[in-house]
């Protein structure tokens, strides 16, 4: 059966009140979107953050009136309707209509991040096939683009990789696919690991060329390449547990950080790292480095 999806741009503070005039107004779902693939960390306990840009997407059925669900709509907010599509959705496509906005992007010189319901546009790329599911990372934001922009100018053969807060998988499955033997994923979101194995059966990654751990089952093994893209509180809390999972002479690759903390971030590796300079991307920041 098609549908009527309204998709409302609203701030936090907005989203009880339109969540509620949505229902009223005779939505069948209501559902909260991150506008910009922003990542939302360790909650206050008892609250529901929202990001900061969100999409509230309420579906409608096919035979509701525009402009009377509108005007409706319209009352029950005293007037104050943000800005808003409307659009005929068909059954089988209203949970992944949000997927349009996610087109294939490419990071350095051969990797390709393309959805997976999407065909790749080189077909001779590295060309990485991804649904995030629930996890964070799609490449789309910067920290992510850092991460993978880093991963691609590595010389990556054979060697054993560690993605700490591996989210969707896209930091090991990429190394993978840029000819690392073996990637180990770690993650405290049960979610992240079912999506980060999900999208390596997608990339025909066999479940033992990248096993996943919650963090309290992480293997203490050392990897040659080390990825985390978590953000600056956790990564300067872990650094000496990062540091022991890192032979001598590989490589530190971290992400997640405001461009503002780097200064600190940079204070706890250096010691067991010789570091690159800073990269930045919109405000974001990546920090690599070679082990002692
Ligand atoms: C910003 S996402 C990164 C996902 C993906 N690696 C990427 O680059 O797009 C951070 C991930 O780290 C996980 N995480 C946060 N703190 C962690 C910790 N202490 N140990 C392991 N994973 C953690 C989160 O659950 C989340 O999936």
Redesign the pocket.
């Known amino acids: 059966m098609p549908w009527l999806q309204v998709r409302l741009a609203i701030t936090p503070d907005q989203a009880e009140v339109y969540e509620d005039a949505l229902l009223e107004a005779g939505a069948v779902s209501v559902t909260f979107m991150d506008a910009e693939d922003q990542?939302i960390?360790e909650p206050d306990l008892g609250t529901t953050p929202l990001w900061s840009n969100t999409h509230l997407l309420a579906l409608f059925e096919e035979s509701t009136d525009e402009a009377e669900l509108l005007g409706h709509l319209s009352v029950l907010t005293s007037g104050a309707l943000p800005s808003y599509q409307i659009e005929r959705i068909e059954d089988q496509d209203w949970e992944r209509s949000w997927m349009d906005n996610f087109q294939p992007m490419r990071f350095g010189r051969r990797l390709w991040i393309v959805p997976s319901w999407h065909a790749a546009p080189d077909a001779d790329a590295v060309n990485l096939l991804l649904d995030p599911g629930l996890?964070?990372?799609?490449?789309t934001?910067p920290?992510?683009a850092l991460?993978l922009e880093w991963l691609d100018g590595q010389e990556l053969d054979g060697l054993d990789v560690l993605?700490?807060?591996?989210?969707?998988g896209?930091?090991a499955i990429a190394s993978l696919l840029l000819g690392a033997r073996r990637a180990v994923g770690?993650?405290?979101?049960v979610q992240?690991l079912e999506a980060s194995r999900d999208n390596a059966g997608r990339n025909g990654i066999e479940a033992e060329r990248f096993p996943v751990y919650l963090?309290e089952h992480l293997p203490q093994q050392q990897a040659d390449i080390l990825?985390a893209?978590?953000?600056a509180g956790?990564l300067v809390a872990?650094s000496t547990q990062i540091a022991s999972q890192i032979r001598s002479g590989g490589k530190l690759a971290l992400?997640?950080i405001l461009a503002e903390q780097a200064e600190e971030v940079r204070a706890a590796y250096d010691k067991y790292f010789e570091l690159d300079p800073t990269a930045e991307k919109d405000g974001w920041v990546r920090i690599s480095g070679i082990r002692r």
């Open positions: 990542p960390f996890a964070f990372g799609t490449g934001h920290t992510t991460c993605d700490f807060g591996c989210g969707s896209i930091l770690t993650d405290i979101d992240a963090p990825v893209n978590i953000l956790p872990l992400s997640g």
